[in-house]
């Protein structure tokens, strides 16, 4: 199987994940996506998350309709600081080494990929994926020159300015975030009061 890895807090989820995560699907024939909910990312370790309970409860009803995605909880049941290298490594253990495995992230990404912890591993554990906005070149990202000898598969995707962050300080101002995430992922966010209103 070919099988595609997309990681991130997703907190929330939303519509730029879906649409990347699907373009990459097929323009690289992948048989499955993973969307890998990250228990605490390193780089973000001083910014307060959701809990997992609440980010994986979205992830549920933003891919449910969809057969091509799915979850892997090894980052969640692990906790603590979440390294891409052991979550691709204990995925390819627990597959038996049969899935070719596919990296995805967002282009701006890249810039800071060499500081990843062993980012060279990485490379050598699954096939780099980047999304890039669709009818730019892929020579317009910045590609740390350590990068310039790995193969990068470049996925286009139409331009979408939609960030989780947007999302959570459009909720505590009270704004809209219809059609920036599935309506199921809106209404689990109203329900529960996530990003400081009830409604949002």
């Known amino acids: ?22 373009a990459a699907a097929e323009q690289l024939e992948l048989d499955k996506v993973l969307f890998v909910p ?10 307060p998350i959701s809990e997992a309970g609440h980010r994986v409860a979205m992830l549920e009803l933003a891919l449910t309709d ?3 995605f799915g979850i892997y909880l090894d980052e969640i049941e692990r906790g603590g600081a979440s390294y891409t290298v052991d979550t691709i490594r204990r995925f390819k253990d627990l597959s038996g080494g049969a899935d070719e495995v596919f990296f995805i992230l967002g282009a701006d ?7 990843w912890k062993d980012w060279q591993g990485i490379c050598r554990e699954a096939r780099l994926v980047s999304l890039k ?3 730019s070149n892929s020579g317009c990202y910045r590609v740390p ?12 995707m ?16 009270g704004k809209s975030i219809r059609y920036r995430v599935p309506d199921t992922v809106a209404g689990y966010i109203g329900a529960h009061g996530l990003y400081g209103r009830s409604k949002c």
């Open 109 to 115: 990404n890249l810039a800071e990929f060499t500081t």
């Open 133 to 135: 906005r669709e009818g």
């Open 145 to 156: 020159e350590q990068l310039q000898q790995v193969e990068i598969a470049w996925v286009e």
């Open 66 to 68: 969809n057969d091509l």
């Open 1 to 22: 199987m070919r099988v595609g890895m997309l990681g991130g807090t997703f907190d929330p989820v939303h519509l730029g994940h879906l649409i990347g995560a699907q």
């Open 38 to 47: 990250a228990a605490q990312p390193p780089h973000k370790s001083s910014v």
């Open 158 to 173: 139409p331009l979408i300015g939609i960030s989780a962050t947007d999302i959570r300080i459009r909720c505590a101002a």
